[in-house]
């Protein structure tokens, strides 16, 4: 039968005189090919809906200002690869580039704060990514009720009662406890895994897998007696003892402290006070029968990705460095790059075939952030701009959900009026207004402010050959700083803190440990309000766009997984069932009567 689409199409044309009613009889016995609609959306640039795998990357304190210097800092970088830029056209490279993130065409702003405070927590904030659920800063995949303090175990299931559960040395369920999306796709039957250049326990990773009512329960020696006794574990545990139909698939990250004893162990690094070596039983655990421990670069990259599963990786005592090659070299350390863990967990996760989720944390950003440097905190961004576009290379657009964002910004600041092509590390044009010269880079507040000396009331400069040699300034020197229980928090000594400012060279400025001046003197530099860049590509990243929530994350990633999906559904509808019969069991309660 024609295909009456066409002939209609056709007679309306022939009827603006642009084709002979003639040539009707033939088109209209044409038939419309038969399109997938995948396909068909992936043609007119837009990603189906439904995905096989997906991938978070975490750049934490990655706020915009950070994305921009760092964009710019990789295009100069490459201008001057074989040596100073020569030409104004190479020169101006920095500024147009782009980070391979900010190709994706899907893109959003993400609210950062918690339930609490104006300006969030990490905690907090991976908490929503992962759970669907704000909740305050510090809290680790619970809700906001929960009390820092205290260890509250959630009452046990009627069934319970009346048969009683094997007995664990795992934590029970706490009250307020959120399901984190790697547990949900571990119940869905996808594998899970983990990569940090930070501590393994810290809270943006420990919030994919944990739960716990403060952030600092990294390990037992940071909880109290109380809190362990009513059944709590600390985070390393709790990463040994996860068991979702299984554990944790693939691991990889820093932070090796937490799991050995400070006595009696082969590692000198160990802080645990229960004696309990975490790395033999991760071993020994009965999931992990082909499991295989990995301490350094070279081990990992001869870990086989299809035999060596689970797969542990724990490269230093605490976090990793930072992502500079010539840093790592003098360091001569045996740390693999954020790139490798990722290309290697990749390889892992792909033998299951009904997908994986992978939580990428460059944590190494917001860690350079904190100590005021920003050469370190550029250089961790285009590192993690590398680990993106390996995922992507490396894996299938049409079946893979790749999302790219912050948990936080930074209180970084480019300003001035600086030429295209000038260093953005480097010296902004003029002086301040007591003649000294000033970096385009700077902060908001951190190690690098500066108490007040005499030069900043002074009516003109010193020569800075007249200027006496630098002297490195502790918090402790510096007035009123933050304590805690009575004790300063205190800070390296870095030999660009001095007071009173030293004028700059453009050396000194581009330098990798230079500390950008800061408005505020604070023993680290904090967190920012503004809103988190979100980037994604493939199927589901139509969920991205405009100005979210960030827990909008979170559902983003559910419902491209439709397994993940059914399970998450399943477990909102027993959550709801069993706070009912809560709130029923409460109403029918005696009310006690007043005294």
Avoid at 347 to 369: E, T
Avoid at 384 to 394: I, T
């Amino acid at each position: 039968m024609p295909n009456k689409v066409v002939t209609l199409f056709c007679a309306a044309i022939a009827v603006a005189g642009t084709l002979p009613v003639a040539g009707c009889s033939q088109l209209g016995k044409l038939r419309l090919p038969t399109v997938n609609p995948k396909q068909a959306l992936a043609s007119i640039g837009r990603s189906p809906k439904v995905a096989h795998n997906v991938i978070l990357f975490v750049g934490e304190g990655m706020g915009v200002s950070t994305v921009t210097a760092a964009h710019i800092l990789e295009g100069q970088l490459a201008a001057q690869s074989d040596g100073p830029a020569q030409t104004k056209d190479e020169a101006d490279k920095g500024e147009a580039n782009l980070l391979s993130f900010e190709r994706f065409t899907a893109t959003a702003l993400a609210k950062t704060y918690n339930t609490d405070l104006q300006v969030g927590e990490s905690a907090g904030a991976m908490t929503a990514m992962m759970t669907g659920k704000k909740t305050r800063g510090a809290a680790v995949a619970v809700d906001a009720d929960q009390d820092p303090a205290l260890c509250q175990p959630a009452p046990p299931p009627k069934a319970a009662r009346s048969k009683p559960a094997a007995p664990t040395n795992a934590q029970p369920p706490l009250k307020g406890q959120l399901a984190t999306l790697l547990e949900e796709a571990k119940d869905a039957g996808l594998s899970v895994g983990l990569v940090t250049t930070g501590r393994v326990t810290q809270s943006v990773p420990a919030a994919t897998y944990a739960h716990a009512s403060d952030r600092d329960w990294e390990i037992d020696s940071q909880m109290t007696a109380d809190q362990l006794k009513a059944g709590c574990r600390d985070i390393a545990r709790q990463l040994v003892d996860f068991d979702h139909h299984g554990g944790l698939d693939v691991v990889l990250g820093g932070g090796r402290q937490a799991f050995l004893p400070a006595q009696g162990g082969d590692d000198p690094a160990g802080l645990r006070q229960d004696g309990r070596n975490l790395i033999d039983a991760w071993r020994h655990n009965p999931n992990n029968r082909t499991a295989l421990y990995v301490a350094n670069a070279v081990q990992l990259g001869n870990a086989n990705p299809k035999s060596d599963l689970p797969l542990l990786g724990l490269f230093a005592p605490d976090r990793l460095g930072l992502g500079d090659a010539v840093a790592a070299r003098q360091r001569g350390d045996e740390e693999p790059s954020l790139s490798d863990m990722t290309l290697k967990a990749i390889r892992a996760l792909s033998n299951n075939r009904r997908g994986y989720v992978l939580v990428v944390d460059a944590a190494g950003i917001a860690a350079a952030h904190q100590a005021g440097n920003a050469h370190g905190a550029l250089m961790e961004t285009i590192e993690l701009s590398k680990a993106v576009d390996l995922a992507r290379q490396r894996t299938d657009p049409r079946t893979t959900l790749i999302i790219v964002t912050a948990d936080q910004g930074s209180p970084l600041t480019i300003a001035g009026y600086p030429k295209r092509g000038n260093p953005i590390l480097g010296l902004a044009p003029g002086a301040d207004a007591l003649g000294r010269p000033y970096t385009t880079l700077g902060y908001a507040n951190g190690p690098g402010g500066f108490p007040p000396g005499p030069s900043e009331t002074a009516a003109a400069p010193t020569p800075a050959a007249a200027q006496p040699a630098a002297q490195a300034v502790t918090p402790a020197d510096s007035g009123d700083w933050p304590t805690i229980d009575g004790r300063p928090l205190l800070v390296e000594p870095s030999p660009w803190r001095t007071s009173p400012r030293p004028l700059l060279t453009e050396a000194v400025a581009e330098d990798r440990d230079y500390v950008q001046a800061a408005t505020v003197p604070l023993p680290f530099a904090t967190h920012s309000g503004e809103a988190a860049p979100v980037y994604a590509t493939g199927p589901g990243s139509q969920a991205v766009h405009g100005v979210m929530e960030q827990e909008g994350i979170y559902r983003a990633m559910v419902a491209a997984l439709p397994p993940v999906s059914k399970v998450a559904k399943a477990a909102a509808a027993t959550a709801a069932k069993s706070a009912r019969s809560a709130a029923k069991a409460a109403a029918k309660a005696p009310k006690s009567k007043a005294a």
